[in-house]
């Protein structure tokens, strides 16, 4: 695990990136953004989310190999602790409490995903410009 710095604005990585590591927020506050196209055919980027303290994301790259789907910002200064899905799993052994928050953040964000689609809302997301 690896403490790292973000100047505010730094991109922390981007949507279709190779995804090795997940984040644990120390200090600061991160933009999850997703870009895709509307009916239009014109791109858009939305926020899904905006996280601080305590909290973790890209964590679905300690479960599989697939790219980033969404792109994460710093909007302060923040530091996270970067993991590898080897450290998160070892966790699982060392410090089964820690492991097992990485793993209820990742369940909590997927029932909130199901409840946005079963009501076709994209929730509380704001598009960027």
């Known amino acids: 695990m690896k403490r790292t710095e973000f100047?505010?604005?730094?991109?922390i990585f981007s949507q279709g990136d190779r995804s090795d590591l997940c984040y644990k927020i120390e200090r600061g506050?991160?933009?999850?953004?997703?870009?895709s196209y509307d009916s239009t055919?014109?791109?858009?980027t939305v926020v899904a989310q905006?996280?601080?303290?305590?909290?973790?994301?890209?964590e679905m790259g300690i479960i599989d190999d697939a790219p980033r789907s969404a792109s994460?910002?710093?909007?302060?200064?923040t530091t996270c602790i970067a993991c590898t899905a080897d450290e998160i799993?070892?966790?699982?052994?060392?410090?089964?409490k820690e492991a097992i928050a990485?793993?209820?953040?990742?369940?909590?964000?997927l029932r909130n995903s199901n409840v946005k689609i079963l009501a076709g809302d994209?929730?509380?997301?704001?598009?960027?410009h």
Do not use: D
Not at 7 to 11: D, E, I, L, P, S
Not at 41 to 44: A, F, L, N, P, V
Not at 89 to 95: A, Q
């Open 89 to 96: 799993m070892g966790l699982l052994e060392t410090n089964p």
């Open 29 to 35: 506050e991160v933009e999850i953004r997703i870009a």
């Open 72 to 77: 994460a910002v710093a909007t302060k200064s």
């Open 122 to 128: 994209a929730g509380n997301q704001k598009a960027l």
């Open 7 to 11: 100047k505010q604005g730094q991109t």
């Open 50 to 58: 905006t996280l601080g303290h305590g909290e973790v994301f890209g």
């Open 102 to 109: 990485y793993i209820h953040t990742l369940i909590r964000r």
């Open 41 to 44: 055919g014109t791109m858009r």
